[in-house]
Nanobody
Framework: QVQLEESGGGLVQAGGSLRLSCLISGSIFSIDAVGWYRQAPGKQRELVARISNSGSTNYGDSVKGRFTIQQDDAKRIVYLQMNILKPEDTAVYYC?????????????????WGQGTQVTVSS
């Protein structure tokens, strides 16, 4: 069983910072990549940042230069450092692990989502 647990969300004023954490647990054999996504009310879920198992990263255009994604392989935690937050960053932020194989069935790969954490940026 693979589980993703996000934490670190909250209320912050515009211009402030938050750091989100995504803890990945379970009998994991491999993970292809981990991404942070967000969904604001009435909008589609969008990619915020993604990091591959090789360490390459990509970011959504609206967060480039403000957000940074990092991973701690030993702890299986992926962080999203969010700086210079804006009211339009307000959303539920989700963590997703791509193409996860477990030690019990390493030949099968699945994607997994966390439950999300709310980020609210006040103006």
């Amino acid at each position: 069983q693979v589980q993703l647990e996000e934490s670190g969300g909250g209320l912050v004023q515009a211009g402030g910072s938050l750091r989100l954490s995504c803890l990945i647990s379970g009998s994991i054999f491999s993970i292809d990549a981990v991404g942070w996504y967000r969904q604001a009310p009435g909008k589609q879920r969008e990619l915020v940042a993604r990091i591959s198992n090789s360490g390459s990263t990509n970011y959504g255009d609206s967060v480039k230069g403000r957000f940074t994604i990092q991973q701690d392989d030993a702890k299986r935690i992926v962080y999203l450092q969010m700086n210079i937050l804006k009211p339009e960053d307000t959303a539920v932020y989700y963590c997703r692990a791509d193409r996860v194989a477990t030690v019990f069935e390493p030949e099968f790969e699945y994607d997994y989502w966390g439950q999300g954490t709310q980020v609210t940026v006040s103006s």
